[in-house]
């Protein structure tokens, strides 16, 4: 009677113990792992990253349409498309400007065609549209900062 009288509290304590073991290894796993997040090319320097995503996606906007790698092209165009709208969208310094309103016409029409019709390559029309509207975005970010 007195043994099972104190092994009651230790079994007790024990399972705290371990209960309280095994969820810190838990939630000290989660937080110091490697986050799992997508890196950005984005630098955080608007005016820059509007320039470089400006230069590289004329690129795909000139890429024939008979390249062998238009795929990557078109994943690596999307990719960026969504990274720095992300990145921008959602600062009130930014997106009030004319030059990100500029790009994010042109971004949501280059991504929605990739989206819509990924096996057929971008139309004459939407080329020149991109081009000129690229052109305009890159002169009005160089003009406002």
Do not use: C
Not at 44 to 55: C, R
Request: hydrophobic share 40%; aromatic share 8%; no cysteine.
């Amino acid at each position: 009677m007195l043994m099972k009288w104190r092994s009651e509290p230790i079994f007790k304590n024990l399972t705290k113990v371990i209960s309280f073991a095994l969820s810190s290894i838990i939630v000290f796993t989660i937080f110091i792992s490697p986050s799992l997040a997508v890196k950005t090319l984005m630098t955080g320097d608007y005016a820059k990253d509007t320039i470089s995503v400006v230069k590289t996606l004329q690129t795909a906007v000139d890429t024939p349409k008979d390249s062998p790698n238009k795929d990557e092209v078109r994943t690596e165009a999307l990719t960026l498309i969504t990274d720095y709208i992300s990145r921008y969208r959602n600062r009130g310094m930014v997106n009030k400007t004319q030059s990100f309103t500029t790009m994010q016409t042109a971004l949501n029409a280059m991504a929605g065609h990739y989206k819509n019709f990924a096996s057929r390559p971008l139309p004459d029309k939407l080329k020149e549209r991109l081009t000129k509207e690229f052109s305009l975005a890159e002169k009005m970010v160089l003009r406002e900062s």
